[in-house]
DNA sequence: AAAACATATTGACAAAAATAAATATGTTGG
DNA sequence: CCAACATATTTATTTTTGTCAATATGTTTT
């Protein structure tokens, strides 16, 4: 490993409170913003800079459809991200299996 | 899941480079604090904060051996952050398996 | 084209976190 | 017991992050 903070950037979207709440709702199933944010207490700009997040780190993926964005939780940012810790905790992580 | 600053708690040890560099060698094996911080480019009250978080995140052990603490990752602390990680970005999680 | 709407961006500020110097605590060796 | 050492804690400073108000951008509807 050289670069530590691409790393560091993926584990961001996990360091906060908001952003877990998020993809708690999340993980039923792709969101529209309006929904995400009416069922939290911050405002539009702060939703909007968590998505960001989110997005940036690969977790979470957006699709525009008209002037709406549904977000969802993107199956290959969250393999990477468990690749990852396992890669970062474990020592011959070559031998782990996840397997749905 | 009712309380997100705790999981937040766990995977801060994950969103620092320092951090992530520190885990990096730990995974090799245990560790005196005099080699991790001989190793980086970090003062001696640094690397105590970031030993600290990493201790209270779980993912990090310490022992104390006279005068020296020796540092190791937390087989157990790990498994609950990646637990933590696979639930929160898979619906089902329960069918997940890790196998070593 | 204008109004209403959904989201992003900018700017400003407050809170949190990283950092190092100075100091404290506890341990070992003379 | 004292000096040297390893680590932790306190204090102060700087940097980063979260937040919202204001504004901008782009979309839909009328």
Redesign the pocket.
């Known amino acids: 490993m050289q670069d530590y903070s691409e790393v ?1 950037q993926i584990f ?1 979207a996990f ?5 877990l709440h998020i993809l708690d709702m999340l993980k039923d199933g792709e969101k ?6 009416e069922k939290m ?13 989110l ?1 940036d780190s690969g977790i979470v993926n ?1 699709r ?7 977000y969802s939780i993107s199956a290959s940012g969250s393999k990477v991200a468990i690749d990852w810790l396992i890669n970062l905790v474990v020592k011959n992580s070559t031998n782990y299996n996840i397997s749905a």
């Open positions: 560091a961001k360091d906060d409170e908001k952003r529209c913003a309006c929904v995400l944010l207490q911050i405002s539009q700009p702060t939703l909007s800079h968590h998505m960001k997040i997005c957006a525009k459809e008209g002037k709406w964005i549904y």
